[in-house]
């Protein structure tokens, strides 16, 4: 079972993490990157999974910028809050919310010793392929279902780690 921590960007900005350290030595480190649900019991139940597997695991609270706290279920009225919030971080001066996923991979790096590899779900899917092609640090990248990453834009950036992208027609 893991437990909230804070985490300080380059920036000064201080935000919460779920870390989820394993039995013994880490094999590597894991950044588990929230959907539009905030780092809510299944992202803390991922972040779990991966230290019982013998990873270090750091949930970073991505929206944590706009709104602290968030945690919401996957029914209409959580999913049209964090449509407003993932709005609203996007909408932040550049490079905003990748500077706290960077924090996230350098504590992985620093409290693993080891590789730092990164996972992502839905808007946390876009976020990792954007940490694989712009931040430091990763060895690997996984983003599930990342809508946005096939815009023009994103297509045109180039990851500096290995990418196994998995997509998917149906969202939710």
């Known amino acids: ?13 201080v935000f919460p993490a779920y870390v989820a350290e394993p039995a013994g030595k880490p094999k590597a480190a894991v950044v588990v990157l929230q959907e539009i649900f ?7 139940q991922v972040t779990d999974r991966f230290a019982a597997q013998g990873y270090l695991a750091v949930a970073p609270a ?10 919401m279920g996957y029914d209409e009225a959580g999913m049209k809050e964090g449509i407003a919030l993932k709005a609203a971080v996007n909408g932040l001066p550049a490079p905003g919310v990748l500077t706290d996923i960077q924090a996230a991979i350098d504590h992985a790096a ?22 694989a092609c712009l931040l430091k640090g990763l060895s690997a990248a996984v983003p599930y279902y990342g809508g946005g990453m096939t ?7 180039q990851p500096k780690c290995p990418v196994l992208a998995h997509f998917s027609d149906r969202d939710h």
Do not use: Y
């Not at 905030?38 to 803390?44: L, R």
């Open 151 to 157: 815009a023009p834009a994103e297509i045109a950036l």
């Open 38 to 44: 905030g780092v809510n019991s299944h992202i803390q």
């Open 110 to 131: 620093k409290a693993s010793g080891g590789k730092v590899g990164i996972i992502g779900f839905c808007w946390g899917g876009f976020l990792a392929w954007r940490a």
């Open 62 to 71: 991505t929206f944590h910028r706009v709104k602290p706290g968030v945690d």
């Open 1 to 13: 079972m893991g437990k909230f921590i804070d985490l300080t960007a380059a920036d000064g900005f």
